[in-house]
């Protein structure tokens, strides 16, 4: 079936070559038992010659998750 969709259209060997099927970017919102709410961006690395990819979760830079984040850490 690949295949078949593969050679009736472009933009479907576009985004299969991509492999980034139900990733979404945006926001996540986690509550944290002792931190709260916290509003993280993602971001997903690809690992070159690899199927392994990386997610990355990251407060906005001094954003009350990025300081409830901070207070979690040991001192």
Do not use: C
Not at 29 to 34: A, S
Not at 37 to 42: A, I, K, V
Not at 58 to 66: F, K, Q, R, V
């Amino acid at each position: 079936m690949i295949d078949e969709l593969s050679a009736a259209s472009d933009r479907f060997r576009e985004l299969w070559a991509r492999a980034d099927v139900g990733y979404r970017t945006g926001i996540l919102h986690l509550r944290h038992p002792v931190a709260g709410d916290l509003y993280l961006r993602r971001t997903r690395l690809s690992v070159p010659d690899s199927d392994t990819q990386v997610f990355v979760y990251y407060p906005e830079p001094g954003s009350d998750s990025a300081k409830a984040l901070k207070a979690l850490a040991p001192s």
